[in-house]
Nanobody, 127 residues
Framework: QVQLVESGGGLVQAGGSLRLACAAS????????MGWFRQAPGKERDIVAA????????YYADSVKGRFTISRDNAKNTVNLQMNSLKAEDTAVYYC????????????????????WGHGTQVTVSS
């Protein structure tokens, strides 16, 4: 099993920045691609960004390209999401997720492809 704990959410004004962190513990050697998803009230949980185990390949949803940056530190078992130029529509609960998929050049985007989930952290952007 892998446990994921998110931190760094909060309330920020539009145009501001937040940095989310995800700490993994347990059988972390089994994890491959890791990602961040978000879910707004009444909406589906959608992928925001993801990164392969080596960090060589990343994926960003079109809505966050150029504003968000995902990174990981395998030695520390952490994955971070730097969020800049935040907009009101970024308001959601953000979830860290880990997959056992260890592909190098492709990234799974469906939430069903991710095996482990954190409990989520609330991000609220005021306009």
């Amino acid at each position: 099993q892998v446990q994921l704990v998110e931190s760094g959410g909060g309330l920020v004004q539009a145009g501001g920045s937040l940095r989310l962190a995800c700490a993994a513990s347990g059988r972390t050697f089994s994890t491959g691609t890791m990602g961040w998803f978000r879910q707004a009230p009444g909406k589906e949980r959608d992928i925001v960004a993801a990164i392969t185990r080596s960090g060589s390949t990343t994926y960003y949803a079109d809505s966050v390209k150029g504003r968000f940056t995902i990174s990981r530190d395998n030695a520390k078992n952490t994955v971070n999401l730097q969020m800049n130029s935040l907009k009101a529509e970024d308001t959601a609960v953000y979830y860290c997720a880990a997959s056992t998929y260890k592909g190098v050049w492709t990234i799974p985007r469906a939430k069903d492809a991710y095996d482990y989930w954190g409990h989520g952290t609330q991000v609220t952007v005021s306009s």
